[in-house]
Every structure is written in C-alpha cells, then in structure tokens.
C-alpha cells in the first residue's frame, strides 16, 4: 500500500464497552473508501492462560467461564472436553444432554443480541428492539433452570455440576420455544426482505469462500461464506450425535448472508431443543475420577461465533502444566481486513459488527499528517468542535 | 505443488510420512492425532496442509506453545472437518535458541497467533512479514515473557 495515499487514519477502538475483546482498527482511508486495516488487540489481555497455569483443574472451569460474558457456558464446555479428551473419561448420557440443551439455549440468546446489535449498528432500532424482546424469555429460562442469566457454573470435568428438573422446567421451555419460533421466523423474513437493510447489508464487507479458507475463519462467518464447517456435525460433542443438526449456509459472503446464517440458526436451535427434551435420559451427571494422569487433550466446541478449541496439557497433579485457549473471535478477525477494503468507512461498523464482536463506539479520533509525520490525537468532543467550526485542525494545534 | 487428496485418515498419515518423514505418530485416537515433525520441515507441512485446506474443509486452529523445562514446543493444531479430525504437529525448540520458521505467509491464519507466541513464550519466527507486539502493551520490557514457567 503506498504511503503517500494515507492521507487520513481513523481508528476505531480500542475500547468497545459491549464487547470482551477490546480491539484497535487502524483505518486507513482515501477520501470515504477505506485502502487499509491495521488490527491491534490485546488491549483487555488479562492473562487468563498464565492464571490456569497456577489453578486446579476444577477452579480453571470457573476461571474460562469468565472469558466471555454471552457464550459463558462454551469456554467451560470446551475446557471440559479437552481435560475428559486427556483422562479418556466417558461422560454419562444425561450430563451429555444438560450440556446440549444449556449450549443451545445459550447459542439463541447470544445469536438474538446480535442480530439485534447488528440492526441497532445500521440504525434500525425497531427491529433490535424485537429481537431483544425474544430474548428476555430465553435468559429468564436459563436462570430458573441454573440460577444465572450468565455464567451458570454448570460444568465441571466429568459432566455437570446440577441436575435440572425436567418435570417441573419442559413444559415451561417448551412453552418458550413455541413463543418465540414463529415471531423469530418472521422477523427473519423482514430481515430477508427489507429494502433499507437489504441497501445497507446486501453486498457489503464480502468475504470470498476463498479469503474464508485462506484466513482460517470459523462460525457463522465461515458458513455465510459458503463453508460447510461446523463442529457439531464434523466431530459431534455432547448430545448432537443422536440429536443432528442441520448445518445452515449461505453462499454470499456479504453481511446479510452471515446474519440470516445466524437467524436461521435460531430456529435450528430450536428445533434442536425441542429433540434434546424428548430424549433426556435418566441416570448419573457426573463421571467419578481419581487422579489425573500425565497427559495432553484437545477439545473443541462449536460457540455461538465458531469453534472454540482448547489444548490442556496434565503433569498429573491438579494443577495443568499448560492451558491454552483459542476463542473463536481470535480466528475471526484477521479476515476483516480482506471485508473491510474497499468499502466506506460508514460501512465499517457493521462490517466488524458482522463477524459478533459487539461493536459500540468511536473512542478517539487521530490524524496523521503524512508530509510531516505528525500525529494528533483529539477526544470526540474536541472533533466535534473541530467538524462544527470546520477548521482543519492540524493547522490550529 | 499438487498432491493426492487423501480420502481417509490412514492415508492422511501416510501422505504425511511420506512427505515429512516425521520422527514420531502418535494416534491417540481417531479423532486425535500427535506427529512431531523437525522444526525445519515445518515450511514444507505448512504448504502440504494449505493445498488440503479446500478439498478437506481443513484449517490451521490455532498453536500452542508449552515450556518444556528444557526446551520449548510449538503445537500447530490443524482441523480435518472431513475426518472431524485434530491433527498437531509437534516441533520442539531448543531453549537457548528459541527459533522457527515462520509459516504466516503460507497460511494467513498463523500471523496472530505467532505474534501471540513471540510475545508470550518469547519464540522467534524467522521471516514472519510484521512480528510486532500483538498482546502486551508497548511499554512491557523486553525480554520478559510471560508464559514462560522455567526462567
């Protein structure tokens, strides 16, 4: 990229409130059109792979589940999978079918906050408002059946931690699910067919199904791509064996396509809740273990943005020798910057927005003066300022 | 380079014997695989891998980096969705001199994560297009590394 056309960077970020990895997008523009993207994260590292590595087994359960605040059972899960994958523990069939049933409940309240903050972040607040409506419902459900809207603590190397009342709580979730089916499918359908969204999202931040596989992306991004890749089908965890899933793809690429990926995953899981009811079997949640082994154990979960991986390595003491933990965001944002060029910078919320990284705001605004490589850094207000009198503020400070 | 794409997971790991003649398979079992391959035959499986990556629904996952006391290991974790399969190969690093090569300009998806590594554990990917400070904060010193659990 030659230097002399950067005549202006915009970064956005660092610090999206909403969102659990804070990130710096370094927009480098050309009048509207964005020529470049330079990404920096690490700017909430909180160093959560260097405190497993002086935890318990059983306190780094907790400490994943803190990664994310919406896909909070999916670290837990992944981590579980990973410590059974290294002590070759089978895991009973009905703590199998709990996991099943908290991830899918899960997947349909972080997938409806999406879709929601995607519309919000295009400026269509009628339909965030919907979405969020159906999500209450799911949330309060996940509450009377764990005890938290978020973090519900259910999982613990073996199984899980609590039983659910199936006698008292399927009527009530199957109740919910009927609710919430059709409005969800119909607002999808609005989605689907509106000209405002179709102008802002048909089109736009395209990812070629080649760029999907060069830059290794996971999740819905990679399925609105046309790539059918879901772990929940390739390497079946949990109950999705029995249960099947549908894997939904889109062939586009562009923001639409990954955000009906999405609402059409809702009403999969769905149905995928209303099979995993009917066949919940009875017996033990927990699988007993003694001692845990010297050994090494990957695990893999198919988060509501991807697929999660986990690697645990076990000295045979309690506390893992090493943990690492990829989050499906990590994987996903090197390929904003093939989606991002060539479009304009208003484009540039929703386009990050379309991989679910909750987007919020604008923080700072700095301006480099090419010629004498000068950099200012102004607050909002102090933009503002500068836009409204319309004084080029390189020339003022 | 062209190669034939393997239809199951026992020519999979023949392809790979083959190619890389790796110096240890481990198959944990069918859906987890360990190949320690020398370090510097990691440019050559990175490329094998890449020409997989569509016939196979494959990608690179993600790497880990473990200290080992006495050396490091790099751990790439590829994904075979076909074979719903975890494949890692396993480079070790002697700890006085912590380099590899860099594969971020075969596969796309191994920058971050090697600047991820070279921050954290402190290893050195030679030929990596930008190496630059990925997660710790610009004014972190140089030379101290995190993760790692043996000085």
Do not use: K, W
């Given at each position: 990229m030659p230097e002399e056309r950067h005549t202006v960077m915009i970064p956005l970020g660092p610090y999206h409130p909403a969102y659990k990895e804070p990130e710096m997008f370094k927009l480098y523009v050309d009048g509207e059109e964005i020529v470049d993207v330079k990404i920096r994260i690490g700017?909430?590292?909180?160093?959560i792979e260097y405190l497993a590595q002086r935890m318990t087994v059983q306190q780094i359960v907790f400490l994943v589940e803190?990664?994310?605040?919406?896909?909070?059972t999916s670290h837990p899960t992944c981590f579980c999978q990973a410590v059974e994958d290294a002590m070759k523990l089978e895991v009973p069939d009905r703590a199998r079918y709990i996991r099943t049933l908290i991830g899918e409940l899960e997947r349909i309240h972080s997938h409806l906050l999406w879709a929601g903050v995607a519309l919000h972040l295009i400026g269509y607040d009628t339909l965030f408002m919907y979405f969020w409506r159906y999500r209450e419902p799911v949330c309060e459900l996940l509450e009377e059946l764990?005890?938290?809207?978020?973090?519900?603590?259910?999982?613990?190397?073996?199984?899980?931690?609590r039983d659910i009342d199936l006698k008292k709580m399927k009527p009530k979730i199957l109740k919910v699910m009927r609710e919430i089916k059709e409005p969800i499918a119909k607002i999808g359908d609005a989605v689907a067919g509106d000209k405002l969204v179709k102008a802002r999202m048909r089109g736009v931040g395209v990812l070629t199904r080649q760029d999907a596989i060069k830059y290794c992306t996971v999740g819905p991004t990679a399925r609105g791509s046309g790539l059918k890749i879901d772990v929940r089908v390739?390497?079946?965890?949990?109950a999705y064996k029995e249960l099947g899933v549908d894997v939904k793809v889109m062939t586009e690429g562009d923001v639409l396509a990954k955000t009906l990926v999405r609402v059409l995953e809702i009403i999969e899981s769905i149905e995928i809740i209303e099979r995993c009811l009917d066949a919940i079997p009875n017996g033990p949640i927990r699988a007993e273990f003694d001692e845990y082994p010297v050994a090494e154990g990957v695990g893999k979960y198919e988060a509501p943005r991807g697929e999660d991986i986990h690697y645990v390595k076990l000295?045979?003491?309690?506390?893992?020798e090493r943990v690492k933990v990829r989050a499906p965001t990590y994987a996903n944002i090197p390929s904003l910057v093939p989606q991002l060029i060539g479009y304009s910078i208003a484009d540039a919320p929703i386009i990050i927005g379309s991989i679910d990284p909750c987007f919020s705001c604008t923080e700072r605004v700095s301006i480099i003066d090419v010629k004498e490589g000068r950099t200012i850094v102004l607050t909002m207000d102090e933009f503002n300022q500068f836009s409204r009198k319309r004084k080029n503020p390189l020339k003022v400070r | 380079m062209s190669v034939k794409v393997p239809s199951n997971l026992d020519e999979l790991l023949k392809l790979i014997e083959e190619e890389l003649k790796p110096i240890k398979v481990d198959i944990k079992s069918d859906k987890r695989v360990y190949v320690e391959i020398r370090k510097e035959d990691i440019r050559k499986a990175a490329k094998l891998f890449l020409d997989l990556f569509e016939p196979l629904r494959a990608r690179l996952s993600t790497a880990s980096a473990v200290d080992c006391r006495d050396h490091f290991e790099v751990l790439y974790h590829f994904t075979f969705s076909q074979f719903g399969l975890v494949l890692t190969l396993r480079c070790k690093i002697p700890r006085y001199k912590p380099e590899i090569d860099s594969i971020a300009d075969i596969i796309y998806g191994a920058s971050f994560i090697e600047r991820e590594m070279h921050d954290l554990m402190g290893i050195v990917f030679k030929g990596h297009p930008n190496l630059e400070r990925l997660i710790l904060p610009d004014d972190w010193p140089e030379g101290v590394y995190p993760l790692r659990r043996y000085g």
């Open positions: 700017f909430q590292h909180r160093g803190r990664i994310c605040g919406i896909c909070s764990t005890g938290n809207r978020q973090h519900y603590a259910m999982l613990c190397p073996g199984g899980v931690r390739d390497e079946p965890y949990a000295n045979g003491t309690t506390v893992p | -």
